[in-house]
């Protein structure tokens, strides 16, 4: 049984506290922290930067994915590896050098992700693909948490897991936005091994530890 592994964004996190929740999630069995970076110009919102990644990275262990939703990435990458960044979510859209955006994370020995849009088809991964460790397919339209799981984004979540079979088995294959307890286990039996949740784990009020285990249940429930 393949093990699923859970995000949680602390996009969604009370940031007066936010020590304590990413601490809660990791005591309740995060697998890794996501952290979204949003510039107002690639995504309508503006979130945080580095120094936020810098606060994280003091406050746990665990690996910190970086979900860059900002317009010219290559720009900021040797920031956030400074930060404290263990690995790299880069969207395909807007980016004409895609290749050397995923070559140059690898060469500072980042684990690099690459993210699509709900409008964007898988076919897009296709060359890109032998060179990942994630791919991410987005299920809401970048740039807000809660927002509703777009469900036509199914099927091509189950071809990218046909693709990830064929081509580069190793390669994770992550959703993110509106994932809960009733979304999860679509994304899973569609081939999902990673999910990131933000309002669901950390705007829950039956508590962070709670919410992430009722997500893994319901996730776990569904991996066939
Ligand atoms: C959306 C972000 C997500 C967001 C998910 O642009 O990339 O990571 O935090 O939030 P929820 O889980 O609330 O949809
Ligand atoms: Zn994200």
Redesign the pocket.
């Known amino acids: 049984m393949t093990a699923i592994q859970l995000a949680p964004?602390i996009?969604?996190a009370d940031f007066s506290r936010l020590g304590e929740q990413v601490a809660q999630a990791e005591k309740a069995g995060a697998d890794r922290i996501?952290v979204?970076v949003m510039d107002g110009h690639f995504?309508p919102n503006i979130s945080f930067g580095a120094p936020i990644i810098e606060s994280v990275r003091r406050m746990t262990r665990l690996p910190l994915e970086t979900?860059l939703?900002i317009s010219d990435p290559d720009f900021f990458i040797d920031e956030f590896v400074q930060a404290g960044s263990d690995s790299f979510l880069v969207h395909w859209e807007g980016n004409n050098n895609l290749h050397r955006t995923v070559q140059r994370i690898k060469g500072l020995s980042k684990k690099v992700g690459v993210v699509i849009n709900p409008a964007t088809p898988a076919v897009v991964l296709e060359e890109i693909l032998p060179d990942l460790d994630t791919v991410l397919v987005?299920t809401?339209n970048?740039?807000?948490?809660?927002?509703h799981f777009v469900r036509t984004t199914l099927p091509k979540i189950r071809r990218v897991r046909q693709m990830i079979e064929q081509t580069n088995p190793q390669c994770e294959l992550e959703l993110?936005?509106?994932?809960d307890a009733d979304t999860a286990p679509l994304g899973v039996a569609a081939g999902a091994n990673v999910l990131?949740?933000?309002?669901?784990i950390f705007?829950d009020d039956a508590g962070v530890t709670a919410a992430m285990d009722r997500l893994r249940t319901a996730a776990e429930e569904a991996v066939n």
Do not use: E, K, R, T
Request: proline share 4%; glycine share 24%.
């Open positions: 964004s996009l969604a996501h979204d995504v979900h939703m987005m809401v970048p740039g807000f948490g809660h927002q993110d936005g509106g994932i990131v949740a933000g309002s669901a705007g």
